[in-house]
């Protein structure tokens, strides 16, 4: 038997990582968002876990925070619906993927919650007469529930409420 010289190389130990974004929030309520995020490309293997991880105390969270587990994927969208959340609370997220070479994290985004109520706006007023007026509002959210009851209300005095005079 018969040898050549001795040559030495090394392997690439780390092979492309998985690429992984992170999309904006909807659905929000006062305990609930449905967040979204999509798979760019699985790298040099397959992805056997994805999905956003979410922290209220950490601009930056990790899958050491609070997370969904979505199991293996391939390319694409996919949707994390997270719910017991704190109403008012502003809370920081973003996608992950995990594959054998590697954990990578989407871009960091935020959302809040609500407090679950409607939102209106008063409009104004126009067609006034001595003894009439129009009075214009928008409902711009309906909150956490059907709205059952809408109106207007008005007073002589500053700050009127439901138990003045009001519409129905």
């Known amino acids: 038997t018969a040898y050549g010289e001795e040559e030495f190389f090394t392997t690439n130990e780390v092979g492309e990582q998985p ?20 798979i760019v ?21 990790t899958i050491n925070d609070s997370l969904t587990s979505l199991g293996a994927t391939g390319v694409g969208p996919f949707t994390s619906n997270v719910s017991n959340l704190v109403e008012n ?8 993927a995990i594959s054998s070479f590697g954990l990578v994290y989407g871009n960091v985004m935020s959302f809040s919650t609500t407090n679950g109520e409607p939102t209106v706006v008063t409009i104004g ?15 711009t959210g309906i909150g956490d529930a059907s709205i059952s009851q809408h109106g207007h209300c008005w007073s ?13």
């Open 125 to 139: 007023s126009n067609n006034i007469t001595a003894s009439t007026v129009d009075l214009e509002g928008d409902i």
């Open 19 to 38: 690429m992984v974004t992170t999309s904006s929030g909807s659905n929000i309520t006062a305990t609930s968002a449905t967040l979204l995020g999509q």
């Open 156 to 168: 002589t005095s500053s700050s009127p409420t439901t138990n003045d005079d009001n519409t129905t």
């Open 41 to 61: 490309s699985v790298g040099d293997d397959t992805i056997f876990q994805h999905g956003h991880c979410w922290s209220v105390n950490d601009t930056t969270p």
């Open 89 to 96: 609370t502003t809370y920081y997220y973003c996608a992950y």
